[in-house]
């Protein structure tokens, strides 16, 4: 299986903060990933796809970037609607997985 | 626009078969993309569990095909999920979703998620 590993695992920001979290997988998968975004007691969002294609209607606050084994996830400047967990997921290869997660919160 | 439902029971015992549904309303199972299941244990990530296109062989989880079966029923415009042998390892929030593209020859994203279900394995 193709591990993946986000960090941090959590992170307290200012809102208007710029934050990046960062995915990183095992083996190659090109651009082979998906970012979605998790409030509590929620079902995932999908944000990013492709590694870099922003999903319809998610906010241009979000980008995404990186090939290969290396990721990144951004958030231009960070808003209290952001708080939640956002996962990485490849579907390079079967079976799908995701990262850890990283908790964001407002500091 | 789509929209999925999760319904079964809450509380299965163990060794027993939990059994899922998700109503689908606003787009027909028949017409196009993938459905399937994503997992989350309390406190913890997601696990893909398996999906399918409509009248084509499913793709599982290794770590649990031989415990799952996925199928849909386009009369009631619904898809399920049969888990057998169930211990507390497999207590989640169960969510189905729906899948663009099949995760094998092509890019794949879950664009639609029910609002997901917990299920407790205990006595």
């Known amino acids: 299986d193709i591990q993946m590993t986000q960090s941090p695992s959590s992170l307290s920001a200012s809102v208007g903060d710029r934050v990046t979290i960062t995915c990183q997988a095992s083996?190659?998968?090109?651009?082979?990933l998906n970012w979605y975004h998790q409030k509590p007691g929620k079902a995932p969002n999908l944000l990013i796809y492709d590694g870099v294609d922003l999903e319809t209607g998610v906010t241009s606050r979000f980008s995404g970037d990186g090939m290969g084994t290396e990721f990144t996830f951004t958030i231009s400047s960070l808003q209290p609607e952001d708080i939640g967990t956002y996962y990485c997921q490849q579907y390079s290869r079967l079976p799908l997985t995701f990262g850890g997660g990283t908790k964001v919160q407002i500091k | 626009q789509v929209q999925l439902l999760e319904s079964g029971p809450g509380l299965v015992k163990p060794s027993e078969t939990l059994s899922l549904t998700c109503g689908v309303s606003?787009?027909?199972?028949?017409?196009?993309?993938?459905w399937g299941w994503v997992r989350q244990a309390p406190g913890k990530g997601l696990e893909w569990i398996g999906h399918?296109?409509?009248?084509?062989?499913?793709y599982f989880n290794p770590s649990l095909k031989s415990r799952i079966t996925l199928s849909g029923d386009t009369s009631r415009n619904q898809l399920s999920l049969k888990m057998i042998s169930v211990t507390a390892a497999d207590s989640a929030v169960f969510f189905c979703?729906?899948?663009?593209?099949?995760?094998?020859?092509?890019?794949?994203?879950?664009?639609?998620w029910g609002q997901g279900l917990l299920v407790t394995v205990s006595t």
């Open positions: 083996h190659d998968i090109h651009r082979n």
């Open positions: 979703a729906r899948f663009r593209g099949n995760c094998v020859t092509t890019s794949c994203q879950i664009d639609s």
């Open positions: 606003g787009y027909l199972i028949s017409d196009g993309y993938y």
């Open positions: 399918f296109y409509y009248g084509e062989e499913p």
